[in-house]
């Protein structure tokens, strides 16, 4: 195997499998600022030993395993008590024998579960909830500071200083490594809800690289949002989000072409759609509304998500009723990214020049300056209208700003058929 192709598979795994360590480490050595070192220090091994030994049948229980050694020879120079010691040892002697024959085979905990507890820890309200949100992707999503830095539109020194002073900041104040107690669950909910968010939604379409979705971020997002479900069980935002995310999985399969290729929402065979997940999105939903009060916005975008769910053909859509949704959700929680949303559905409900109007006024948004979204959705505006130029140069503005390769020649496309005099296919 060539030193390259070694390293993009570990990168690979190192995706996949990097939370579950960060995750355990930390309830190892309860620091975790700690277990990210040690677990990067396990990766730092596999550079150098993979790319000439292969890699491994196993490569997340080699990851595990190296990583574990790692805190135990940490935790033998802090000279912790002798008891704590032979119970990490057994520790890793059961990891040892799970690697040999297999780590995934072990069984959920539950609530109990690592990851649970390192997303609580992470969102501690020790920490700001930009801090909080910022910490969490990084050890959740194993999300780079640059892939965290454009989810939030802002620059990446600021991501990458709020990162280091989260966990110095845990670290002084001997944050415990555990889920809060139910008296402090509300508090700590907002800022889990809206981490498992973003981190979905980078599942969903890649901030960068070369493929259009990272499923397994999605598949995570969604585990943990379960696991949420039935920790709060009265709380109705954590049922909306786990619906918005059960709907929006379910076009999983529909989004992809044969190529890796995207496929724009409406052009995509929802024959392909995952039913089971739209029955278990739209039931979250129908517990989120039993539950009273006005909706929040994790609620108010899964009834938006399952107005297309519940459209047999792209026609059938109910445009008129998702503008009023989006309307809804732009007095409760106003912002730029939301009024582009809601221009979409206005252009599609009453027209591309009600669209392009409120497109326009976002123009001047500094926030949406470097956003490649703003001018793809205001060249597909101008399409439509049949300002062709116009459009051409706006989805080669897009394709110029985007990070994700497919994304790219997505756009890159659409401007070409704008070229040729002909209209490109809608936004996703």
Known sequence: ???????RAIDAVWRIESARIIAGLARMVRDVGLAEELAQDALVTA?????????????????????????????????????KHEELGRELEVQQEMAVDDVDAAPDDGIGDDLLRLVFTACHPVLSTEARVALTLRLLGGLTTDEIARAFLVPEP?????????????AEARVPFEVPRRDELAAR???????????FNEGYAATAGDDWMRP????????LGRILAEL????????GLVALMEIQASRTRARIGPSGEPVLLLEQNR????????????????RAEVLGGAFGPYTLQAAIAACHAQARTSEETDWVRIAALYDALAQLTPSPVVELNRAVALAMAFGPAAGLELVDALSSEPSLKGYHLLPSVRGDLLAKLGRLDEARAEFEHAASLTRNERERELLIERARACARGSAPPEPR
């Open 1 to 7: 195997m060539t030193t390259s192709a070694a390293h």
């Open 47 to 83: 550079l150098e030993r993979w790319p000439e030994s292969g890699i491994p049948d196993n490569p997340g229980a080699w990851l595990t395993a190296a990583a574990k050694h790692r805190a135990l020879d940490h935790l033998r120079r802090k000279k912790l008590l002798e008891r």
């Open 158 to 170: 600021t991501v990458a200083q709020r990162i280091v002073r989260a966990k110095r900041t845990l």
């Open 189 to 199: 909910l907002a800022a889990v809800l809206q981490v498992l968010y973003l981190v």
């Open 216 to 223: 397994a971020l999605c598949e995570e997002a969604l585990r």
């Open 232 to 239: 709060a069980p009265q709380e109705p935002e954590v049922h």
């Open 271 to 286: 024959a392909h759609w995952d039913q089971l997940l739209i029955r278990r999105g739209l039931a979250a939903l129908a």
